[in-house]
């Protein structure tokens, strides 16, 4: 994670001091804490300046970043994302043109591929960090901003929403797009092959992911904590 600019480390307030609050969800039942995902520091919310972001002031971990996208907003590039995901998943992927012969593959019909000529260990990674997490990732985002827009707290709120932080980690969409193009510009000698849809669709998926996690979710957490959730 890059270092934030000096000036944006005044925006945390002071890490509060250990014993001063209970040890269980504080920032689910108190919305004026921000709570640090990676360390548990826990500080107080403050409003930030336009491109501001504040960090922790324990590890520097992110805390939050200003910006202007609405809860519905950010529901409107989860259901976009999954129309991506679809996308990238029905289409095909790249169109092999070998000696005359044209195939076309889809992602799924990639994996299979990979698994059957020895290569398990690829395809299980590849299922997971391509397909699995990001799909988790975006029906997670999906349930909870659904009931949020709506002006609930969803069930399992909590659950959920650490399901969606671990997800978070695992979804490594651009990992597979640097890949695929690697692969493609190492292929230009033996074969013709010719980006589908499909990779089009996990290009556009890729930039909407980054920009969905770069919010990160601390904005949801005091969503729900304005509604309710404890
Ligand atoms: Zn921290």
Same mark, same amino acid.
């Given at each position: 994670?890059?270092?934030? !600019? !000096?000036?944006?480390?005044?925006?945390?307030?002071?890490?509060?001091?250990?014993?001063?609050?209970?040890?269980?969800?504080?920032?689910?039942?108190?919305?004026?804490?921000?709570?640090?995902?990676?360390?548990?520091?826990?500080?107080?919310?403050?409003?930030?300046?336009?491109?501001?972001? @504040?960090?922790?002031?324990?590890?520097?971990?992110?805390?939050?970043?200003?910006?202007?996208?609405?809860?519905?907003?950010?529901? @409107?590039?989860?259901?976009?994302?999954?129309?991506?995901?679809?996308?990238?998943?029905?289409?095909?992927?790249?169109?092999?043109?070998?000696?005359?012969?044209?195939?076309?593959?889809?992602?799924?019909?990639?994996?299979?591929?990979?698994?059957?000529?020895?290569?398990?260990?690829?395809? *299980? #990674?590849?299922?997971?960090? @391509?397909?699995?997490?990001?799909? @988790?990732?975006?029906?997670?985002?999906? /349930?909870?901003?659904?009931?949020?827009?709506?002006?609930?707290?969803?069930?399992?709120?909590?659950?959920?929403?650490?399901?969606?932080?671990?997800?978070? /980690?695992?979804?490594?969409?651009?990992?597979? *797009?640097?890949?695929?193009?690697?692969?493609?510009?190492?292929?230009?000698?033996?074969?013709?092959?010719?980006?589908?849809?499909? *990779?089009?669709? /996990?290009?556009?998926?890729?930039?909407? #992911?980054?920009?969905?996690?770069?919010?990160?979710?601390?904005?949801?957490?005091?969503?729900?904590?304005?509604?309710?959730?404890?």
């Amino acid at each position: 994670m890059p270092p934030a !600019p !000096p000036h944006t480390l005044t925006h945390a307030t002071a890490a509060l001091p250990p014993g001063a609050l209970p040890a269980q969800p504080v920032l689910v039942a108190r919305p004026e804490l921000v709570v640090c995902d990676e360390c548990d520091a826990v500080h107080g919310r403050i409003r930030l300046a336009r491109g501001h972001v @504040a960090r922790c002031r324990r590890c520097g971990a992110l805390l939050g970043r200003s910006h202007v996208v609405t809860t519905a907003g950010q529901l @409107a590039f989860a259901l976009a994302a999954l129309v991506f995901l679809l996308i990238g998943n029905l289409s095909p992927l790249v169109a092999l043109d070998l000696q005359g012969i044209r195939i076309s593959v889809t992602l799924p019909h990639a994996i299979s591929l990979t698994w059957r000529i020895g290569q398990p260990l690829v395809a *299980m #990674l590849a299922t997971a960090t @391509a397909l699995v997490f990001p799909a @988790a990732l975006i029906l997670l985002r999906l /349930y909870v901003l659904g009931f949020l827009v709506a002006g609930q707290v969803p069930p399992r709120f909590r659950f959920a929403m650490r399901a969606l932080r671990w997800c978070t /980690y695992w979804s490594m969409v651009e990992v597979f *797009m640097l890949s695929a193009l690697v692969s493609m510009v190492r292929s230009a000698g033996v074969a013709d092959l010719v980006p589908g849809v499909g *990779m089009f669709g /996990y290009a556009a998926l890729t930039l909407l #992911l980054t920009s969905i996690t770069a919010s990160g979710l601390h904005g949801m957490w005091k969503r729900g904590s304005e509604l309710g959730a404890g």
